[in-house]
């Protein structure tokens, strides 16, 4: 049965297997040739900053505040907030790792803990938004409004990606 929240839920299912790669990056680390490390971790940078942080970005400006005024509480995201300040300052970290990646020890053991942090905490920052807001979201949201919502989300995260850092060729692809 679909809900009114469906296009969101649809489009975590798309990026997961992202996330999951953040993981399989890190594991790369310490434990493959340099040049394959190169290539986890430049995927890894290449979803946060094209794809993950404009999906924030999106949820900053247009899904938050329907949740927060459904709750009642504007506050009632800000700890979902503090979770895409830390995605972004991990994702910041991770750039300036990926910069200077020769496959030393510290620098490996580094990398291994922003690529594992940015995992769990973007798999569960999901989790909690399936679990909690979307149930919320299609019990009290009607469908016009739910348009709207995702309407603002397309374009917040369409303006995020315009402006997203260090972006290859091909990030702009999968829009989110």
């Known amino acids: 049965m679909a809900t009114i929240t469906q296009p969101l839920r649809d ?3 798309e990026l997961l297997p992202h996330v999951e790669s953040l993981r399989a990056a890190a594991d790369t680390v310490g434990a493959r040739p340099l040049a394959d490390v190169q290539r ?4 890894a940078y290449d979803f946060l900053s094209g794809h993950l942080i404009p999906h924030a970005k999106a949820e900053e400006a247009a899904l938050y505040p329907v949740v927060g005024r459904v709750l009642g509480a504007r506050e009632a995201t800000a700890t979902m907030s503090r979770d895409h300040v830390e995605v972004g300052q991990l994702t910041e970290e991770l750039g300036a790792l990926r910069a200077r990646l020769s496959g030393g020890e510290a620098e490996a053991g580094d990398l291994r803990r922003v690529l594992y942090g940015l995992y ?3 798999k569960v920052h999901f989790a909690k938004e399936e679990e909690v807001y979307l149930p919320m979201l299609d019990e009290r949201l009607s ?7 995702f309407e603002a989300m ?6 995020a990606k315009a402006h997203a850092p260090g972006r290859s060729q091909g990030a702009a692809k999968g829009d989110g």
């Open 11 to 13: 489009e975590h299912r």
């Open 154 to 159: 397309e374009a917040a995260a369409h303006e």
């Open 40 to 43: 986890a971790v430049d995927a």
């Open 143 to 149: 469908e016009e409004e739910a348009r709207q919502m």
């Open 120 to 122: 769990a905490l973007v």
